[in-house]
């Protein structure tokens, strides 16, 4: 195969492999800013089973939290600064 063909190839694939690896991304809670974990503990002080990722949305970096509180199973997102950009609440069939 041609050289120069070869190159932009694999500048593309390394792009798109380290783009994924960026996203999605699982933390823990020390690796979540403060403002974000602040914001949740004052929201939701009796939270378990907590767990933290790091995505990006539309461009910019968001904070997911997933856990349980008051028997439900929640997600909330933030913005690093703690502004919350949404929350999602799974209701089971029983409610």
């Known amino acids: ?3 120069s063909i070869m190159i932009p190839i694999f500048f593309a694939t ?3 492999a380290s783009n994924s690896h960026a996203e999605g991304r699982n933390l823990t ?3 979540v800013p403060k403002a974000v974990l ?3 503990h004052k929201s939701y002080t009796n939270a378990t089973d907590v767990e ?3 995505d990006v949305k539309s461009g910019k970096p968001v904070y997911e939290i997933e856990f349980k509180n008051q ?3 929640r997600e909330v997102t933030y913005a690093p600064d703690g502004t919350v ?3 999602e609440k799974e209701v089971s ?3």
Do not use: I
Request: glycine share 4%; aromatic share 12%.
């Open 38 to 40: 602040d914001a949740f």
């Open 14 to 16: 390394a792009m798109f």
């Open 85 to 87: 950009v949404s929350a």
């Open 52 to 54: 933290y990722e790091k």
């Open 29 to 31: 809670e020390q690796h």
């Open 71 to 73: 028997g439900a199973e």
């Open 1 to 3: 195969m041609n050289t």
């Open 93 to 95: 069939k029983d409610d």
